[in-house]
């Protein structure tokens, strides 16, 4: 991801894109080729909010269950435990609404502990059964609501650690008590708004979401989720001397980093080769590794540390493939970031303040077919840039 990077405008883009050879029937509305299917987005939305659930369940949870007997309960802040691994999702589910970027998801289930998590209309209750039947293949379908139309994907919601299992089956209110590993235990519904593209004749309309638009989705959940990691877990925990978090977080059976719970996220993601990925970077990285990989991430990270309120994006070439690339801002949102940092002997800095941006979040979307760039005019063929 760090070679061959050319930056070009969306304009730049749509002007080469319309050189490449398109079917017939879709030659006159090139537009459509910088959108992002709805399903392909729902594809990455899931992925992530999957990635971090399963980080979540298995290297903490689970592990930290079996290493040293920190539970999960439902009345995590009482019993100064973890949240179970569905109040975490509903945390972060509630997170991503209340900054109103048109993404929402939720669990659900046949047999849901709280009735509020079962399927509220026939078409969710459809969704379930289908997943249950085929788990590997998630249910779709649009609907309009008002002037929306709102795309819908079910994907299928397995248990994926003991502490699932046990907890539904022991549960009072649990309508099934004999769940396994593995087992499909219910689903998560992905919903967010479409724009219609026309077509040649309303037979082939399609709908597609802007890269932009799938950036800011896929960035909303991963500072939800970094968010209620940071305060919910981390700092709760080591405010009250349960536990702490520490790079060595395996051999000293403890928490990871919140750094280290999105990079390892992000392996998960990157492992399922969907073509897009997200990085945590810096201008100062306490791991060099996670320093700016090309011009574009740099001029990022300075622009975001200037300007917070809004993301650096553009589109890139890397390789032979566009991308539309955005840096989001990430702020020191507790003091156990600020204090680690400025601790460290490897971190560049040592005077961080809350609030202050620390670095960025680069999400990276594919855009189109690979195509042959120095075929492309423009683009000098002796150029190494």
């Given at each position: 991801?760090?070679?061959?990077?050319?930056?070009?405008?969306?304009?730049?883009?749509?002007?080469?894109?319309?050189?490449?050879?398109?079917?017939?029937?879709?030659?006159?509305?090139?537009?459509?080729?910088?959108?992002?299917?709805?399903?392909?987005?729902?594809?990455?939305?899931?992925?992530?909010?999957?990635?971090?659930?399963?980080?979540?369940?298995?290297?903490?949870?689970?592990?930290?269950?079996e290493?040293?007997?920190?539970?999960?309960?439902?009345?995590?802040?009482?019993?100064?435990?973890?949240?179970?691994?569905?109040?975490?999702?509903?945390?972060?589910?509630?997170?991503?609404?209340?900054?109103?970027?048109?993404?929402?998801?939720?669990?659900?289930?046949?047999?849901?502990?709280?009735?509020?998590?079962?399927?509220?209309?026939?078409?969710?209750?459809?969704?379930?059964?289908?997943?249950?039947?085929?788990?590997?293949?998630?249910?779709?379908?649009?609907?309009k609501?008002?002037?929306?139309?709102?795309?819908?994907?079910?994907?299928s919601?397995?248990?994926?650690?003991?502490?699932?299992?046990?907890?539904?089956?022991?549960?009072?209110?649990?309508?099934?008590?004999?769940?396994?590993?593995?087992?499909?235990?219910?689903?998560?519904?992905?919903?967010?708004?479409v724009?219609?593209?026309?077509?040649p004749?309303?037979?082939?309309?399609?709908?597609?979401?802007?890269?932009?638009?799938?950036?800011?989705?896929?960035?909303?959940?991963?500072?939800?989720?970094?968010?209620?990691?940071?305060?919910?877990?981390?700092?709760?925990?080591?405010?009250?001397?349960?536990?702490?978090?520490?790079?060595?977080?395996?051999?000293?059976?403890?928490?990871?980093?919140?750094?280290?719970?999105?990079?390892?996220?992000?392996?998960?993601?990157?492992?399922?080769?969907?073509?897009?990925?997200?990085?945590?970077?810096?201008?100062?990285?306490?791991?060099?590794?996670?320093?700016?990989?090309?011009?574009?991430?740099?001029?990022?990270?300075?622009?975001?540390?200037?300007?917070p309120?809004?993301?650096?994006?553009?589109?890139?070439?890397?390789?032979?493939?566009?991308?539309?690339?955005?840096?989001?801002?990430?702020?020191?949102?507790?003091?156990?970031?600020?204090?680690?940092h400025?601790?460290?002997?490897?971190?560049?800095?040592?005077?961080?303040?809350?609030?202050?941006?620390m670095?960025?979040?680069?999400?990276?979307?594919?855009?189109?077919?690979?195509?042959?760039?120095?075929?492309?005019p423009?683009?000098?063929?002796?150029?190494?840039?």
């Amino acid at each position: 991801m760090c070679t061959g990077v050319r930056l070009l405008s969306l304009s730049c883009l749509l002007a080469l894109l319309l050189i490449i050879p398109l079917p017939e029937s879709s030659a006159e509305f090139s537009e459509s080729s910088v959108g992002i299917s709805p399903d392909k987005a729902a594809h990455y939305i899931h992925a992530v909010i999957k990635a971090n659930r399963t980080i979540y369940s298995q290297y903490l949870v689970d592990r930290l269950n079996e290493a040293v007997g920190l539970n999960a309960t439902e009345n995590w802040e009482q019993d100064k435990t973890l949240p179970l691994p569905v109040q975490f999702l509903l945390m972060s589910a509630e997170q991503v609404r209340s900054q109103e970027v048109g993404l929402d998801y939720k669990l659900m289930s046949l047999w849901p502990i709280n009735e509020n998590n079962g399927p509220a209309t026939e078409i969710e209750r459809d969704g379930l059964l289908s997943v249950m039947g085929n788990p590997d293949e998630p249910f779709n379908w649009i609907v309009k609501e008002g002037k929306r139309v709102l795309f819908n994907a079910i994907y299928s919601d397995r248990a994926v650690a003991k502490r699932c299992v046990s907890c539904h089956n022991a549960h009072a209110k649990s309508p099934n008590k004999n769940f396994k590993v593995g087992d499909v235990m219910g689903g998560i519904l992905v919903q967010f708004p479409v724009a219609r593209v026309a077509g040649p004749d309303d037979a082939e309309a399609r709908y597609q979401v802007l890269p932009e638009v799938l950036a800011d989705y896929i960035h909303a959940i991963l500072e939800a989720d970094r968010t209620i990691y940071t305060k919910h877990v981390v700092q709760r925990l080591e405010t009250e001397k349960v536990s702490y978090a520490s790079e060595n977080w395996w051999e000293n059976n403890c928490l990871l980093l919140p750094a280290q719970f999105l990079l390892n996220a992000s392996d998960l993601v990157q492992s399922l080769r969907l073509g897009f990925d997200y990085r945590l970077i810096s201008l100062w990285p306490v791991n060099p590794h996670n320093g700016a990989a090309n011009e574009f991430e740099r001029y990022g990270l300075e622009s975001v540390a200037e300007s917070p309120r809004k993301p650096y994006s553009g589109t890139t070439w890397v390789g032979r493939r566009p991308y539309f690339q955005a840096v989001y801002p990430d702020q020191a949102i507790a003091s156990t970031c600020v204090s680690c940092h400025n601790a460290h002997p490897r971190s560049p800095k040592h005077n961080f303040k809350l609030n202050e941006v620390m670095g960025g979040i680069v999400v990276s979307i594919p855009l189109g077919q690979e195509v042959d760039l120095l075929a492309l005019p423009g683009l000098d063929k002796n150029s190494d840039d």
